[in-house]
């Protein structure tokens, strides 16, 4: 791992409950190291030393760039690869606007990658934010959630039949027959679908009080978006993909078949396949925050006369996935009508 790699990692450090950005004068410097902190802290971010005065915080400033909820409906600050050595001003206070260090968000801008730092509730707020970006010789574009179509989700699909004008796909649902010509897939990107399901089940028994049982359950599968100009996409998750359509060159293993087919696409359709979404994923947790789902209370009997209830909290970022994909699919159209 690169130490641009590293440093991506780290930047998700902090933790996004409760997150909030500042503006330049809202910042408050410490006495000991000089550098710049967020208002709301009472010690030092980089030091410890106390912080005079931490926590007077100008609300009608900081309400505009509270972080957005987790509907569709915010605006994302994308920080746009740079090589300008023009870096203007102090970064370490332009950084703290984004909880991540100096050097961090340095090595953010020259990763090559566009990235989100930020997701705001209002355009006013995220405009602020990119102001200040600006300023200091950073490039940046602003991006509503609305321009993503995150209310139209990916069409899964769980066979492929490659053909010399178009794709023909099977959807999950019903079986449908879908097609897909090749000029109209402008990126495929791949990633992982993570999910955490956590158990609790309390036996309820009417002679004695018995402990509960803790159950944890994790699934990790390859996936890969087909995303088109006609800012849709078609989702292949590996664990319920049939890859019939690799034919000799099809392995006995799914995380191998899922390799062969992005690359079997992505040379077929001549479009670029990007896979950084599992690089940086760990920063996206700032950005994105995956809230956990909570299942309501199941009983179901453990023996004669008795029964259980079950609870479980869900931790899925499926949705923050397709986020990305959206947000690099609206990137490439927009680097398509420029050239």
Known sequence: MTKDDQIIHSAAGATPTGRQAFSFDQMVTCAECLRANPPTRTACLYC??????????????????SVAATTNNGFNVVLL????????????????????????LVALARSGEALP???????AGAGELGKSLRIAGFECLIVADENLNLDCAPQKTRALEILDDCLIGVSTNGRRRISMPWEEIVLIVAG????????IEQPQSRRKQKPAVRRELSEDDAVLDL??????????????FDFSCLGEARSMLASENIGLLAESLSRRSKVHFDNSYNRVRRM???????????????????????????SATIHDNDAQFTRYARLRQHLRARELEKS
Not at 48 to 65: C, F, L, R, T, Y
Not at 117 to 123: K, M, Q
Not at 192 to 199: F, H, K
């Open 48 to 65: 410890s030393a106390p912080m005079p005065g931490a926590g007077k915080v100008d609300e009608s400033k900081s309400s505009q760039i």
């Open 81 to 104: 690869p740079s090589k300008s050595r023009n870096l203007t001003g102090d970064l370490s206070q332009l950084a703290a606007l984004f909880r991540l260090k100096e050097d961090e």
């Open 117 to 123: 730092v930020f997701c705001a509730s209002t355009l």
């Open 192 to 199: 992982r679908l993570n999910v955490n399901r956590v158990e």
């Open 227 to 240: 995303c088109t100009s006609r800012e849709e996409s078609w989702r292949i998750v590996a664990k319920n």
């Open 284 to 310: 996206l947790d700032s950005v994105w925050p995956i809230e956990p789902q909570t299942e309501k209370s199941m009983r179901r009997r453990a023996g004669t006369g008795e029964f259980s209830t079950i």
